[in-house]
């Protein structure tokens, strides 16, 4: 199985910053990484597949990069509506597992 | 709009069973790969299981074969996933989700989970 790490596990922000939360996979997945917002008692939400393509509907200060086995998803202005966790996820191998992820929460 | 709304958590004993299930609409269900995804208390999201739209092509994660099918309706836009001999350990919120239907992979639509609890 293709082991997933993030770092870091939790991070705390003020409205306006730049955040970067990174994925590191355990083996190449080329491009095939995506990352997802969750929120407490909301269904989870695709931000970025492919690595770096915006999903429909996503504000553009979301942006995915990378790829082989580093990747990164910046938020260039953290809203206040932002403070929840992020998984990345590959699904270049079945089974196609999540990373741990980062905790965003208020300064 | 589409809506994926899941059914049939519940609290249940070790050792017993349960059927999720999980409504489809907005979309054309058939040409969408399906997953169960889930989310066991103050932990991440773990893949379970996905099945492909015309529901000939099945996947598991290793620790959860030969417990749990997946299977889906197509002429009822419902997904299922069929739970037996339930651990503590299977308690966790479980998502249905929709694959983009891309070369992807991705799951762009999610539900809002239905709560299993395996307890006595």
């Known amino acids: 199985d293709i082991l997933l790490t993030q770092s870091p596990s939790s991070l705390s922000a003020s409205v306006g910053d730049r955040v970067t939360i990174t994925c590191r996979a355990s083996q190449t997945v080329t491009n095939y990484l995506n990352w997802y917002q969750l929120k407490p008692g909301k269904a989870p939400k695709l931000l970025i597949y492919a690595a770096s393509r915006l999903q429909t509907g996503v504000p553009s200060r979301f942006s995915g990069s990378g790829s082989g086995t580093d990747f990164t998803l910046t938020i260039s202005s953290l809203q206040p509506e932002d403070f929840a966790s992020y998984y990345c996820q590959q699904s270049y191998n079945i089974p196609f597992t999540f990373g741990p992820g980062t905790k965003v929460d208020i300064k | 709009e589409v809506q994926l709304v899941e059914s049939g958590g519940g609290l249940v004993q070790p050792g017993g069973s349960l059927r999720l299930s999980c409504a489809a609409s907005g979309f054309t269900f058939s040409n969408h790969a399906m997953t169960w995804v889930r989310q066991a208390p103050g932990k991440g999201l773990e893949w379970v299981s996905a099945?492909?739209?015309?529901?000939?092509?099945?996947f598991y994660t290793d620790s959860l074969k030969g417990r749990f099918t997946i299977s889906r309706d197509n002429s009822k836009n419902t997904l299922y996933l069929q739970m037996s001999s339930l651990r503590a350990e299977d308690t966790a919120i479980y998502y249905c989700?929709?694959?983009?239907?891309?070369?992807?992979?991705?799951?762009?639509?999610w539900g809002q989970g239905t709560m299993v609890t395996v307890s006595s």
């Open positions: 099945v492909s739209g015309d529901g000939q092509n099945i």
């Open positions: 989700a929709k694959d983009r239907g891309d070369e992807t992979d991705s799951f762009d639509t």
